[in-house]
């Protein structure tokens, strides 16, 4: 039976809890708890100031890990919430996988089974990735779409599945959630380590109120944030590319638009060689 180990970042803002986030997290509890094939522990990673909170809301689950992150930015390092897997003890090393989702993203009853039984269609060691749709009128309730349901295709990847012994190799250094390029990064790490990668696309599995191309990250405030985040990304694709040439394996590999990063990537530092070639500074 395979276990799993679900990595979520949840906050407060101005001392409350977002109705859309407490709903979306209270459908992960569910799901985990309605598994029938499959052992689920949820890391909850929250900020220091937010423990408390969470502590007494989930005090009587014991499936819910709550640790603290160590750097409580506004927008969380990727690798700080993922850290908390480090903190459990390893079981079997062939049914331990990890999931990793947005705080916002919003599962059935039926998903750790899903994910269950696609893991038995990929090769040993494989992962899965599912592109959510957004929900942007109408609702699902107990897994019954209402009438006036609408959904919208979103291009952004957000729940990723991996062998608990694959995530030892990733490297995501210090990327934030909430911008991009988060979900290419997560891709591009899960398809140049893991032996396969399955992209599922299906309405029903993951969704997400509200349409994801009216987040705030599109406005042009955001873009330096993107730009230093991006930034980020590469230098965390550096240390990958050298573990895998170090290892004998291949080189960066993705999945649709995740290849668009490896291509900025490498433009990136083609320009930053020339750049250190000719004497220019960066």
Excluded at 125 to 151: C, Q, T, Y
Excluded at 186 to 211: A, E, Q, R
Excluded at 257 to 265: E, G, T
Aim: glycine share 8%; hydrophobic share 40%; charged share 25%.
């Amino acid at each position: 039976m395979r276990k799993f180990y679900v990595a979520v970042n949840h906050f407060l803002r101005g001392g409350k809890w977002d109705s859309d986030l407490e709903e979306a997290f209270g459908l992960l509890i569910s799901a985990s708890e309605r598994s029938q094939n499959c052992d689920v522990e949820i890391l909850l990673a929250v900020s220091k100031d937010d423990l408390a909170f969470f502590s007494k809301k989930f005090q009587k689950h014991p499936n819910i890990t709550i640790s603290t992150l160590k750097h409580p930015d506004q927008k969380p390092q990727l690798a700080d919430i993922l850290s908390c897997i480090d903190k459990i003890e390893r079981v079997d090393a062939g049914t331990d996988y990890c999931v990793y989702l947005n705080s916002d993203i919003c599962v059935p009853d039926f998903f750790f089974d899903f994910v269950d039984l696609n893991l038995n269609l990929v090769p040993n060691g494989g992962g899965l990735i599912i592109n959510r749709k957004d929900v942007i009128s109408g609702a699902i309730h107990d897994m019954k779409p209402s009438d006036d349901l609408r959904l919208l295709v979103h291009f952004g990847l957000d729940c990723f599945i991996f062998p608990r012994s694959g995530y030892e190799k990733f490297s995501f250094g210090s990327v934030s959630i909430g911008l991009p390029p988060i979900g290419m990064l997560f891709t591009v790490n899960m398809c140049s380590t893991l032996p396969s990668v399955k992209l599922i696309h299906n309405p029903m599995v993951t969704w997400h109120y509200g349409d994801g191309q009216q987040s705030d990250w599109h406005r042009e405030e955001f873009r330096p944030q993107i730009k230093k985040n991006r930034l980020a990304a590469f230098d965390a694709l550096d240390v990958l590319l050298k573990s895998l040439k170090e290892k004998g394996g291949g080189g960066l590999e993705g999945i649709g638009v995740s290849s668009r990063l490896i291509l900025k990537y490498k433009k990136n530092r083609r320009n930053r060689n020339k750049q250190k070639s000719s004497g220019v500074g960066l």
